[in-house]
Structure formats: structure tokens, C-alpha cells
């Protein structure tokens, strides 16, 4: 008998080992506190061109992304070129109009030209099919010039496929689970916000577990409250040591919402058997739209975390622990997941 006892012994602490006892998806990727988006408006406006000489390399250089806005009436070739390049480093081009005309009437500027719906489309998918043609690919997120929108311009962008908008209230941060991406709140530099207001927003960000979306126009140009290399430097600084300590995902407002979306449409289920953890995802399509489920970053609570293999499609998964019983894996929601004590 002795020799048959040895084993069983054995496989029930592998069992243990292995045993989920939950799984949940993490808030924002990387399990990060909060999800925070930098908007650059009026690229190819020739007074913004610290987007393209300093924002580009100082953000990518902290490993930064950060949307910028597309006037489509004066981008030159140079300025297309240069986008491209700044989609390389992982910058996101945003539809800002064709020539930046408002949706609605100003009370500062009492002749300016107000759209009507017969323009939208020389306005908005004129800009949109001309980044699609230069870029290579469709914007997804929308800036309203002058922060100005009505429900039937913004019922119009949504129509010609975008996802999101920043058309929402200044100065808020939106909640974790905000339900109206075409609505979305932001702070806007604008010559009273200073950088230790935009580094309050930051942490807000983190502790309410919300999405901030920061807008500004150049940095060290002639754009509309430009910011100077000092301020931009110290801001980023700031935002590259809050992400490194895991309290804010800085994103584009596309990856932000792609993965909001796929929070929302997938749920779990994990089933228990021979000392392995089977998990599935079930994906609402209604949910989803078209959109395609991006990867999200899930948690397991473990009896070890040390000692836990996690295997998609027969492959080894890296994973992340972040505490002696908790462990962080990134998945594609589309395939199951075997969790299992390491082999
Ligand atoms: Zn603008």
C-alpha cells in the first residue's frame, strides 16, 4: 500500500495548488487604478507644431501614448508623413473637423458660421475619409472644435461609425463604469488649469478608479495656451511615475474604450476538475456591436501564486504575481484557459 499512497498525496497538493477561488477582470489594464487619455488638438494648424517637434518624442520617450486631433484642411504632405510616423510610436490620430468650424452658436464669437447638418458631411467625414486616405486607417474617436456639439451632430458622428466623443462636461473625471462613450468629460488647458491642478486630476483619476481625459493644444508654440517645455516635461514626468506605480493606464481614448467595451460584454465561468480550473468567457454580442474584443487583463485569486501555470490553447501564458495569492494574467477573451500548478 505504501507505494500507492505516495502519489495520491501528491496529486491532492497539486489540486490545492491549482484551485481558483475567483477570477475577475481587472478595472483597466494592467490592473491599474484608473485610465487616463493626453488630447493634442489642431495637428496640421500651423501655429501647433510643438505636437510634432517635442509632445511626439517626449511622451513616446516616457512610453506615453497620446491621441492628437486632425484639421484635415491644413495638413500638408509633410504633416500626413509626420502623422504616420507618430502612429508608429503609438500616438492615435482623432477626427478635429476639416477646417474647424463649430456645431453650434458661440456667445464669445457672434458671427462665426455655425453648421448646419447639410455640412456635416464636407465637415466631419470629409476630415474622416481624408485621414483614412493619408493615415492608412479610420479614425474612431471625435473632438468637437471649440468644445461645442448638439445631439444632431453628435447622432451624425456616431452614424459614420465613431466610437467615442469628447462632448461631455469640463472638468469631470468619468466614472469607471460611464455609460455614454459619445459623451465623454475632460479637462481642457485653457490658461487656468496649472500642472499641479493637472497632477490632482491625475491622482483623482487613480483614487475614484475613473477615466480623466486631459486635453491641451501645442507644447513651446503659438497654439491656443500652448504649454512650455517645463511644464510639459514636469507633467509628464509626473504621469510616467504614476503609471510605473501601477495607479493610472495611460492610453489613447480608442484603447480605453475598446477595453471598457470588452469589460462590459465578457463574463466568466470556471469549472473545477481533476486539479485543473477550466475558465470561459462568454461574450454578448449585443453588447460588442462590431467591435472586435480586445485583451484584458485578468485576476486570480490562488492558494499560491508562486505556482500557478495558466495556459491558452496549450500555450504558456506570462503572468504577473501580485501578491502571494493573487495573480495577474493578460488574455485574448476568445479562447478558455486552463489553470493548473506549474508543471
Ligand atoms: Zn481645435
Given at each position: 500500500m505504501k507505494f500507492l499512497f505516495i502519489?495520491?498525496?501528491?496529486?491532492?497538493?497539486?489540486?490545492?495548488?491549482?484551485?481558483?477561488?475567483?477570477?475577475?477582470?481587472?478595472?483597466?489594464?494592467?490592473?491599474?487604478?484608473?485610465?487616463?487619455?493626453?488630447?493634442?488638438?489642431?495637428?496640421?494648424?500651423?501655429?501647433?507644431?510643438?505636437?510634432?517637434?517635442?509632445?511626439?518624442?517626449?511622451a513616446f520617450n516616457r512610453n506615453i501614448p497620446f491621441a492628437f486631433g486632425v484639421v484635415s484642411k491644413h495638413c500638408t504632405y509633410q504633416d500626413w508623413a509626420y502623422a504616420k510616423k507618430m502612429i508608429k510610436r503609438g500616438h492615435e490620430p482623432i477626427n478635429h473637423t476639416h477646417q474647424h468650424r463649430s456645431a453650434d452658436s458661440l456667445t464669445w464669437w457672434p458671427d462665426c458660421y455655425v453648421l448646419q447638418p447639410q455640412d456635416y458631411e464636407e465637415e466631419y467625414l470629409q476630415c474622416h475619409q481624408l485621414m483614412k486616405k493619408n493615415l492608412g486607417e479610420e479614425p474612431t474617436f471625435f473632438i468637437y472644435p471649440y468644445d461645442i456639439h448638439t445631439d444632431t451632430s453628435n447622432a451624425y458622428i456616431q452614424s459614420i461609425g465613431y466610437q467615442g466623443a469628447r462632448a461631455g462636461?469640463?472638468?469631470?473625471?468619468?466614472?469607471?463604469?460611464?455609460?455614454?462613450?459619445?459623451?465623454?468629460?475632460?479637462?481642457?488647458?485653457?490658461?487656468?488649469?496649472?500642472?499641479?491642478?493637472?497632477?490632482?486630476?491625475?491622482?483623482?483619476?487613480?483614487?475614484?478608479?475613473?477615466?480623466?481625459?486631459?486635453?491641451?493644444?501645442?507644447?513651446n508654440d503659438g497654439s491656443w495656451n500652448t504649454?512650455?517645455?517645463?511644464?510639459?516635461?514636469?507633467?509628464?514626468?509626473?504621469?510616467?511615475?504614476?503609471?510605473?506605480?501601477?495607479?493610472?493606464?495611460v492610453a489613447t481614448p480608442s484603447e480605453v474604450l475598446a477595453y471598457h467595451k470588452t469589460r462590459k460584454a465578457v463574463s466568466l465561468t470556471k469549472v473545477e476538475a481533476n486539479g485543473e480550473t477550466t475558465i470561459s468567457f462568454l461574450l454578448d454580442a449585443q453588447q460588442l456591436g462590431e467591435n472586435e474584443p480586445v485583451s484584458m487583463t485578468l485576476l486570480l485569486e490562488v492558494e499560491n501564486a508562486e505556482a500557478v501555470e495558466i495556459r491558452q490553447k496549450r500555450k504558456k501564458l506570462s503572468t504577473v504575481v501580485v501578491a502571494p495569492n493573487l495573480v495577474m494574467v493578460e488574455v485574448e477573451p476568445t479562447r478558455e484557459l486552463v489553470v493548473s500548478a506549474e508543471r
Open positions: 502519489p495520491l498525496f501528491l496529486l491532492s497538493v497539486l489540486s490545492a495548488v491549482a484551485q481558483v477561488k475567483s477570477v475577475r477582470i481587472a478595472p483597466w489594464r494592467h490592473n491599474a487604478q484608473g485610465a487616463y487619455s493626453i488630447i493634442h488638438d489642431d495637428y496640421c494648424v500651423p501655429m501647433t507644431h510643438g505636437i510634432r517637434n517635442y509632445a511626439d518624442t517626449m462636461h469640463y472638468n469631470r473625471v468619468n466614472p469607471y463604469d460611464f455609460a455614454s462613450p459619445m459623451e465623454l468629460d475632460f479637462f481642457m488647458v485653457n490658461g487656468e488649469l496649472t500642472i499641479e491642478q493637472m497632477d490632482s486630476v491625475a491622482d483623482l483619476t487613480a483614487s475614484s478608479g475613473g477615466f480623466a481625459i486631459q486635453s491641451m493644444h501645442g507644447v504649454l512650455w517645455l517645463k511644464d510639459y516635461r514636469k507633467y509628464l514626468d509626473s504621469l510616467q511615475a504614476k503609471q510605473e506605480r501601477g495607479e493610472l493606464w
